[in-house]
């Protein structure tokens, strides 16, 4: 019997795809490199008669059903490379491949254009959610033809999680042309950094300045998870501050050393940023601290230097001590939800916007309320706020910055006191909260009308001639400063 889909790479993405497939009724062929693997893999689940094993790239080839559709889940970089020029010389036109590693946009623009140049289809898809996303429902991200998408949708339909009311809207949709696929994911992944900093700066007040127990932090986090901060990493951040450590006996997150390893698609997403002239502070910044993390031995040495700071001694003071009243506590902990709500909205704003702009660069034409929708289940940053997201999109055609969003103006508005206040305390006791301080400062310098860049553009033209325009006449001047 010919398979519907072959599948290569058997490593933890690819075995559990491989498995969420045979677990829809789709007759899936699998493969790897290394042979062994596929041998233990067929011991385990081979029982599933829709899965099927073969040990030779030709004997994939040769039986699977035409036009072949076969989905990589390797390595990314050079090895699907490798693995295409294998793979296209036993193909035939028409045949579609799809990359659902985490590859580079670019890479995949690349390889797109070369196979279309033999006749094929390349899909670029992002795949969200892990290997448990992989197994039981991942948000799918595909870039490729509209003609590729339409012979692929109904097996990603099946295989990708399902949300909104009903629970049976699937997350997937089509992105765009070549590389949008990928890119989406990278921004996915970039949000999600700034997600998961956002979380752990307010974290970082709780514990430094409000001086809360993990535990006490954990009823906290479950509280909010009933409202419109409710989302995937509310809810394990809940779950991590309730878990204990077996040998010592200590809460989990005070064992774990604070020094965060990171992947690079992150990293990827503001180098895009800056690459395109967008503003992304929050999603960099939280690249940032995750480098600023690495340098725990500086930090051991810096803490000692400036241990005679002011700050540095009220810090201290007030943890040991619970400066606060029980009144004090509660109101800043209520300005503390509505802060990350509204750094979350700044987050979300900032990646859509480079969404936007690389839409028009690469001419994808992304639809942001889809984009929005398929992020709902399935994937890290999956939260009731998206279906909100999407919403605002989808009524207000052409929104240029989701804090033109009237519902999310309001949740700004309402936040911007207390978001002051979360700042400046944490300012005053010397407590780095940089996600939720850029976005603050994001918001403030988006929503004024006259910033500072005229000092900028005047420094310009004095050291360098670069002349400025006026605020009173068109044209471009310059002064001569010294005469
Ligand atoms: P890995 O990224 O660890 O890759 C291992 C697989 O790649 C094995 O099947 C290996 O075959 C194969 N491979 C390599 Br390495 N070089 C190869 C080559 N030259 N030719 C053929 N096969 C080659 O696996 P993973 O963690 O399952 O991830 C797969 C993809 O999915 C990656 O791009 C990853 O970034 C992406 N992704 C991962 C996650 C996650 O949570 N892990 C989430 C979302 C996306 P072998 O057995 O012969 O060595």
Redesign the pocket.
């Known amino acids: 019997q010919k398979a519907k889909i072959g599948l ?8 559990n795809l491989a498995r969420n497939l045979a677990n829809n009724n789709i007759q899936t062929l699998v493969f ?3 042979a062994a ?1 596929t041998e233990q893999f067929m011991r385990d689940f081979g029982s599933n008669p829709c899965l099927q094993a073969a040990y030779s790239m030709e004997e994939l080839v040769q039986n699977l059903e035409r036009p072949r559709k076969i989905i990589m ?4 970089g ?2 699907v490379d ?2 295409l020029d294998t793979l296209t010389p036993l193909l035939e036109s028409g045949d579609i491949v799809i990359d ?4 580079y946009f670019e890479d995949t623009r690349r390889r797109s254009a070369k196979l279309a140049e033999l006749g094929m289809e390349f899909v670029g898809m992002g ?5 448990e ?2 197994l039981n429902g991942p948000s799918l991200m595909p870039g490729c033809s509209r003609k590729a998408y339409v012979q692929l949708e109904p097996m990603l339909q099946a295989i990708s999680a399902k949300a909104g009311e009903s629970g049976k809207e699937p997350c997937v949709t089509y992105i765009g042309t070549d590389g949008a696929g990928h890119y989406v994911k990278m921004v996915h992944n970039g949000i999600e950094y700034a997600d998961m900093q956002l979380i752990a700066d307010v974290y970082t007040i709780m514990r430094q300045v409000l001086g809360l127990e993990p535990e006490e932090m954990a009823k906290v986090w479950d509280e909010w998870n009933k409202g419109e901060l409710s989302s995937y990493l509310v809810e394990i951040t809940a779950n991590i501050l309730k878990k204990k450590d077996a040998e010592t006996g200590k809460a989990m997150v005070d064992v774990i050393l604070d020094v965060a390893k990171q ?1 690079g698609t992150g990293r990827w997403t503001s180098m895009s940023a800056l690459e395109l002239g967008v503003a992304t502070p929050t999603i960099t910044e939280a690249v940032f601290a995750r480098n600023m993390s690495v340098y725990k031995e500086e930090r051991i040495a810096l803490e000692k230097v400036y241990a005679d700071l002011p700050e540095a001694l009220e810090a201290a003071a007030c943890c040991r001590k619970a400066a606060f009243t029980e009144e004090e506590k509660a109101q800043m902990l209520e300005d503390l939800r509505n802060t990350l709500y509204a750094a979350k909205i700044c987050a979300y704003a900032q990646g859509f916007n480079l969404l936007g702009t690389a839409s028009e660069t690469y001419g994808w034409d992304l639809q942001m309320d889809k984009i929005s929708k398929i992020w709902r289940n399935g994937c890290i940053i999956r939260a009731r706020f998206l279906d909100d997201v999407s919403d605002s999109f989808a009524k207000q055609a052409g929104m240029k910055n989701l804090l033109f969003s009237d519902f999310f103006a309001e949740a700004l508005k309402k936040a911007r006191a207390g978001w002051g206040r979360v700042v400046a305390l944490a300012a005053e006791r010397g407590v780095s909260v940089v996600a939720l301080s850029s976005a603050l400062s994001y918001f403030d310098a988006y929503r004024t009308a006259n910033g500072n860049a005229n000092m900028l553009q005047a420094q310009r033209d004095y050291f360098g001639a670069h002349t400025y325009q006026r605020v009173d006449k068109e044209g471009s001047f310059h002064r001569e400063w010294t005469e």
């Open positions: 290569i790479g058997l490593a933890v993405m690819g075995a790897n490199r290394t693997k889940m390797i390595q990314a050079p090895a490798a693995m659902g590693g985490n590859s795949v969200s959610g892990g290997e996303g992989a992947k």
